[in-house]
């Protein structure tokens, strides 16, 4: 068997599970951009061949180069290139582009969304370009691939592998987890509590948490709410807080990187509101059992919105609608009224399921044949 050439911009910390995993089933040589994000990067030396690219800006940003990548294309060592799947990466598209023409032969898959329901004409155009020149295609949900099949992609071209963090370390921890008064010691009150987890930015629309918690006050409903995270918006956001006048029943946690502390504020509290696109934060809520509220414009969504089980693991609400998530919340909590327990399992199955590095390389070995 040949060596497995994976090309990726960025390293990061949250795909350790699955990047081990890759690791030990195929023969791998890693090739990582070497860009800084405000993402926590991936300590490199646990995986056995790696290799650093250099990741230049093309023009201007989004484009860039991976300097280095194209001369992969004609090493013999390689028969098959499993590559993220980005369409701002100029070398990427001349790779694929060369590919037909100087080694027909091999093959190449992407690892990508995929499709997101908000192309324009034009993108549309060029993403059919682009997915149509690999010989597949590694998406992280079921919505994107059926939005690939209606617009003419081969369904069995597309592998549905989910996403996935660090489960096994997670499980661990859950086995160790029990109710505490965390919540009640803090904010002094029997309330019920209300939390969100990552990063604390403009495109996740916190500030509507907060008008939401506002609102429901108005006809008498109390909830406490949690951030737990930093991030650009932060002082914006505690501004409106105390703008409101509710200062007493939010708490700014700050950013945590203990992982037990992390797991103990998430088991206890009762529900995990996104009020923009929920991403990993709904795996990392649900994977500690407790269920996840976010909107339900799945176009602008994050693949993990897939994840939520209406009435089971979480609910959606109307899109940018206040009054719709405070409806949403309050008919929860009065629909799952001495349900917490049911409610728990449900999120631990979802998880454990479909959304584990397990999963993940599952689809993989099925699908990524290397020779």
Known sequence: MSKLCLIYNFAPKYREGIFKLIDKEYD??????????????????????????KNRTVVCAPFYFQKGALSLLLNNKYKTYFMLGDLNCI????????????????????????????????????????????????????Y???????????????YVLHNSLMHDKQVELRKQLHITN???????????????????TAVKRLDMIINTIELLQKSNHFYNLTFVGDGAE????????????LN??????????????NAQLIFNADLCVAPGNVGLTAIHSMVFGTPVITHDCFKYQMPE?????????????????????????????????DQRDEVRKACYAEIDNYWTPEFQINVIKQNLIVE
């Open 28 to 53: 791998c040589d890693w090739y990582f951009g070497d860009n800084s994000t405000d993402i926590k990067g991936l300590d490199l030396s646990i995986l056995k061949n790696v290799f650093v690219l």
């Open 91 to 142: 070398s990427t598209w001349l790779f694929i582009l060369l590919k037909p023409i100087v080694r027909p032969s091999k093959s190449i898959y992407f690892w990508t969304h995929g499709w997101y329901g908000k192309e324009g004409f034009i993108k549309r155009l060029i993403k059919k370009l682009f997915f149509n020149l690999v010989n597949g295609v590694f998406l992280y949900g079921n």
């Open 144 to 158: 994107a691939k059926k939005l690939m099949v209606e617009e003419g992609f081969d369904a069995n071209k597309l």
């Open 182 to 200: 965390i919540y009640t010691n803090h904010f002094q009150n029997l309330n019920k509590n209300i939390i969100f987890i990552g990063r604390l």
């Open 234 to 245: 932060k002082e914006k956001l505690m501004g409106l807080v105390n703008e409101k006048g």
């Open 248 to 261: 007493g029943f939010v708490w700014f946690y700050g950013a945590c990187y203990d992982d037990k502390i």
């Open 305 to 337: 919105f897939e994840a939520v089980v209406k009435n089971k693991t979480g609910d959606f609400f109307q899109y940018g609608n206040i009054e719709s998530l405070a409806q949403c919340i309050q008919d929860w909590f009065e629909g799952k009224k």
